[in-house]
């Protein structure tokens, strides 16, 4: 068994299996943050922007089960569970971490009762050591493996605990918004466009703005709509771009986006779960 208490989590030997958009975000952000990871993944050739951050990549997944201390899943749901049992006689005693959306934890436990099995949702801006990432614990999860967990996603970004029963509407809110606020990003750029904005400006500027927006609420502590008041003088320009903001239902819209994105990972999961039995 890996015992994890006071290892340093710099020093641990981190396997990740899957190196895709999610997995190589989490292995590049941790290589960053001065980890020692190592990477499976079928083509790890075409993988050349994740091991330019400092991640060892191979192609055998066997030998990254065997040789990780830790052992984090980053694949498919419907690909994860038949992954984890090719690996299990590798997996026994140690802490392993699904980052794969849908797929609960008792039924990781079923496939390996003999590994530590947790479950973290994070999102692709691990890759620049900015994401959100909920943890949740099984039953065999030690308060070290959560202590030890905290430290490692708290490297990528802010990390809470979390019930599982909550993680599809946080992976909806924090893994899939990610693509809404680009897709806004994007939005406001083409609006600074046709307003006479040159292309290059006009996005460096919609960047920046959503950028900071982020910033400034998460460190004033101040509620969004306290900013956004702060913005708008009476009568003003902003106010007007803010009117035709809530005219159209953008805000009802971004919910609804939330929600309908939860609701699709709870049918997936019901799904596998089904298929699986």
């Not at 899957?18 to 083509?43: F, I, M």
């Not at 694949?75 to 959306?101: D, M, R």
């Not at 994070?122 to 030890?148: H, L, P, Y």
């Amino acid at each position: 068994m890996v015992e994890m208490k006071n290892v340093n989590v710099k020093e641990t030997r981190i396997s990740i299996i899957g190196a895709g958009a999610l997995g190589g975000a989490v292995a590049r952000g941790l290589a960053k943050a001065g980890c020692k990871v190592l990477a499976s993944d079928v083509h790890p050739e075409r993988l050349g922007h994740v091991s330019a951050d400092g991640v060892e990549l191979i192609a055998d997944n066997a030998k990254a089960a065997q040789e990780g201390e830790i052992v984090m899943f980053a694949l498919k749901p419907h690909l994860v569970l038949g992954a984890v049992k090719e690996q299990a006689q590798f997996l026994k005693g140690k802490l392993c971490i699904s980052l794969a959306a849908v797929i609960p934890l008792h039924m990781f436990r079923a496939a390996v009762p003999e590994a530590r099995w947790a479950r973290a949702m994070t999102n692709i801006c691990a890759a620049i050591n900015c994401a959100f990432t909920g943890i949740t614990r099984s039953d065999v999860t030690t308060e070290a493996d959560m202590a030890w967990m905290k430290e490692a996603f708290a490297l990528l970004g802010p990390v809470e605990e979390s019930e599982e029963k909550s993680l599809d509407a946080l992976t909806a809110l924090t893994g899939a918004t990610p693509a809404f606020f680009v897709s806004l990003m994007e939005a406001a750029a083409m609006g600074g466009i046709h307003a006479g904005l040159p292309k290059d400006l006009a996005y460096k500027g919609a960047m920046s703005a959503m950028l900071g927006a982020a910033r400034l609420a998460m460190e004033s502590g101040k509620h969004p709509a306290e900013l956004r008041d702060n913005v708008c003088t009476p009568g003003g320009m902003t106010i007007e771009g803010v009117y035709e903001i809530e005219r159209v239902g953008a805000r009802a819209a971004m919910m609804r986006a939330v929600l309908l994105t939860a609701e699709k990972g709870q049918s997936l999961t019901e799904k596998i779960i089904a298929s699986l039995k």
